[in-house]
């Protein structure tokens, strides 16, 4: 046995001592290069389109400039993951990035804006598809325009956003991004099942910040805000339904769910361009079945009935949530949280509706356990808030039970106003 341990951590170390570091760098490279600092290779685009041989372990630094459009594919068999990063001081940006059929890549420091590149067409900014799996986007830019978009048409909006980041492949993970004037935010297939949705800005979107479509996917720690009123289109800061194997619409389920400590809020900054006219819904899903779901600790703010609402819904826990109307203008729809029937299977059963702080309180449909439930005049908010106005959601002490009534915001991300009030 220890002879088996032995071998295995030299072959590890092997394998380490072989992995290499290439460079790329737009400005100054040639893919005739030998692709280390001295000898940069291109772009990042050229890498793939030249076929260059790349091996489990090994990393590419990006410098400054425009990599184009990158199709990343391979690694189909090695298990340490290749590494795409930005170099130290380093800005590179990137037209697109699509990830076709590789495996363990992991990708950080990107830049996604047409505005940078000139580059004008309409498409999604991110993708990764069902033939890739285990793949890590970290820390990208990604917006249609870096202006203010006050000034824009909404015929202009609609013909630049492009949907921010769209997963099919299974077991990726998108970490820490932000997103900014985008149609959808992030979009999660019913094909990407295990994706880890963590700690993400999304703020100015003309749809749905998130669609979370696959089972046994998590969604925690992000920020979704700034919902333009474009259309007719019943927007969301987070939506899911299920199909069927055909691809029926509320035919299906999606299972084992967690969305857990997340802001989503239909308007933040008071001359926000495109004020909602219909209303931004919450947590919204609305063609079950929906089953195992953990909803807890989320802050839903918006002017729009649908604060937390499931259609069909089997052993659901919505636990924790604080849902309250938005201080800014908006149609003076009250949000609520509810379960209700399947809209053509009747009834869930086995759901959990307990210690949520809430401005209203629909049907609950198949709930076991509702208890610890604080319902509260949605014209009163300022006396139970810290500073309902300035979006403090701290709830104060006369209120709470035990403390465990509403979202704990110590475990919330941190909200910062100068940086989504639009300036320019």
Known sequence: MKRIIWLCLCLFCLN????A???????KGKMSNKGNFDSPWSTLDSVFLTKKSLNAGDSIVLMSGNHLSPVISGNLKGVQPVTVVAGKGQ?????SLLVADGKHWKIFGLKVCPDDTGWLEKRDCVIIKPTASFITIENFDISSTDSCVSNWSAAKILARAGLGIRVEGTDCSLINNSLKQVSFGIVVAKTAIRTKVFGNI???????????LS?????????????Y????????GFQSWSTDEEGKVGMGKVSNVVLRNNIFISQLDPRQPFPQKTGMQGIGCFDGFFENWTIENNVIITNMWHGISFYGARNVKILNNTVASNPFAGKPFTPWIGIYNHKKLGSGIGNTVKDNFTTGISELNGVTTESGNIKVDANRLNEYFENWRSFKFGIKSKI?????????????????????????
């Open 202 to 212: 999304i703020y100015g979107f003309l749809h749905d910040g998130i669609r979370g």
């Open 400 to 424: 709470k039970r035990g403390n465990k009534v509403g979202a704990d915001i110590h475990k919330l991300p941190k909200i910062n106003l100068q940086l989504y009030q639009c300036t320019k």
């Open 91 to 95: 800005f590179p940006r990137v037209n």
């Open 215 to 227: 089972n046994d996917s998590e969604f925690e720690f992000n920020l979704v805000a700034g919902s």
């Open 229 to 236: 009123g474009i259309d007719d289109n019943h927007d969301d």
């Open 21 to 27: 570091k290439y460079y790329c760098n737009p400005l």
């Open 16 to 19: 380490k001592g072989f992995a």
